[in-house]
């Protein structure tokens, strides 16, 4: 079973990250590649359209850990009830060849958690903390408009696969719908008003000099130009107005704790020259 190779997984981590969150989302992700492994070496479930923060470290290398896997797909190959084949498979596909036990739960049509039970026995849950680990699969009903696609081969912790999923500036221009649109409040009295992970994606797409699908950005937005989005994000991004509101959500997708610190303090200053 899977839960020896995830000891020594987890046991190497610690040895670097006190973070217990962070130690979390590491050990989420190698789940996240048994599932995209799983799915997308059946015949049934190719066609599944990989998308969000963690299709963009998986198959791209987003620099930050991602929570969720998230996938569009078509009525006409899966019907209406994507989440409730996969609950079934899914559980089937685990129980039989990785882990021993595992929880589902389907919540609101729209979402599939899969709960491990093992945070304790690898170390990394105290007593009165819960012992499982969920990892969240959430998925839509059909695919972006005017959408481009690519098929990435990924081999990684031993698991090889092929991911179908939007190419980069259609995936930049749903980023782009998230960081205008997406509401988000965490913190004392709702202080932390931005998701810190759209911003930190959207300078990522930046800085790579990545151009949005402008059709799908129209139809979802509005904006239809190059000059436009500027000027739209420009006033957005004034929302980052303490270093605070990007850090509390940075912190547990990315290792380096410092690199958060100061990128966040300074971070209207890295994007500005973009804009």
Same mark, same amino acid.
């Given at each position: 079973?899977?839960?020896?190779?995830?000891?020594?997984?987890? /046991?190497?981590?610690?040895?670097?990250?006190?973070?217990?969150?962070?130690? @979390?989302?590491?050990?989420?992700? !190698?789940?996240?590649?048994?599932?995209?492994?799983?799915?997308?070496?059946? $015949?049934? !479930? =190719?066609?599944?359209?990989?998308? &969000?923060?963690?299709?963009?470290?998986?198959? /791209?290398?987003?620099? @930050?850990?991602?929570?969720?896997?998230?996938?569009?797909?078509?009525?006409?190959?899966? &019907?209406?009830?994507?989440?409730?084949?996969?609950?079934?498979?899914?559980?089937?596909?685990?129980?039989?060849?990785?882990?021993?036990?595992?929880?589902?739960?389907?919540?609101?049509?729209?979402?599939?958690?899969?709960?491990?039970?093992?945070?304790?026995?690898? &170390?990394?849950?105290? $007593?009165?903390?819960?012992?499982?680990? !969920?990892?969240?699969?959430?998925?839509?009903?059909?695919?972006?408009?005017?959408?481009?696609?690519?098929?990435?081969?990924?081999?990684? !912790?031993?698991?090889?696969?092929?991911?179908?999923?939007?190419?980069?500036?259609?995936?930049?221009? &749903?980023?782009?719908?998230?960081?205008? /649109? @997406?509401?988000?409040?965490?913190?004392?009295?709702?202080?932390? *008003?931005?998701?810190? @992970? *759209?911003?930190?994606?959207?300078?990522?797409?930046?800085?790579?000099?990545?151009? #949005?699908?402008? =059709?799908?950005?129209?139809?979802?937005?509005?904006?239809?130009?190059?000059?436009?989005?500027?000027?739209?994000?420009?006033?957005?991004?004034?929302?980052?107005?303490? #270093?605070?509101?990007?850090?509390?959500?940075?912190?547990?997708?990315?290792?380096?704790?410092?690199?958060?610190?100061?990128?966040?303090?300074?971070?209207?200053?890295?994007?500005?020259?973009?804009?």
């Amino acid at each position: 079973m899977l839960e020896k190779i995830l000891k020594e997984f987890i /046991y190497q981590k610690k040895q670097e990250i006190r973070n217990q969150a962070l130690l @979390r989302n590491y050990l989420k992700e !190698y789940i996240q590649y048994l599932v995209l492994n799983i799915l997308y070496n059946d $015949k049934k !479930y =190719k066609e599944l359209v990989f998308k &969000g923060g963690s299709c963009l470290r998986v198959c /791209y290398g987003l620099p @930050r850990l991602s929570e969720d896997l998230d996938f569009d797909y078509e009525e006409k190959i899966y &019907g209406k009830n994507l989440l409730i084949d996969l609950e079934s498979f899914l559980k089937k596909e685990i129980e039989t060849k990785y882990f021993s036990k595992l929880e589902t739960k389907i919540q609101s049509n729209i979402r599939l958690y899969l709960k491990f039970p093992i945070l304790k026995n690898l &170390g990394i849950a105290d $007593k009165n903390e819960s012992d499982k680990l !969920y990892v969240k699969i959430e998925s839509t009903l059909g695919l972006e408009p005017y959408s481009n696609f690519d098929l990435i081969p990924i081999s990684k !912790y031993g698991f090889n696969f092929i991911v179908k999923t939007y190419d980069l500036p259609t995936l930049m221009a &749903g980023k782009i719908n998230a960081v205008l /649109y @997406r509401i988000w409040f965490k913190g004392k009295e709702n202080e932390i *008003d931005i998701k810190g @992970r *759209d911003f930190f994606d959207l300078f990522w797409f930046l800085q790579k000099g990545t151009k #949005p699908n402008y =059709k799908m950005l129209k139809k979802r937005t509005g904006i239809k130009n190059e000059e436009e989005l500027k000027k739209v994000l420009k006033e957005r991004i004034k929302k980052v107005n303490t #270093p605070k509101k990007l850090a509390y959500d940075l912190n547990n997708f990315i290792e380096n704790q410092e690199y958060v610190k100061t990128f966040s303090k300074n971070y209207l200053q890295l994007i500005e020259k973009y804009l």
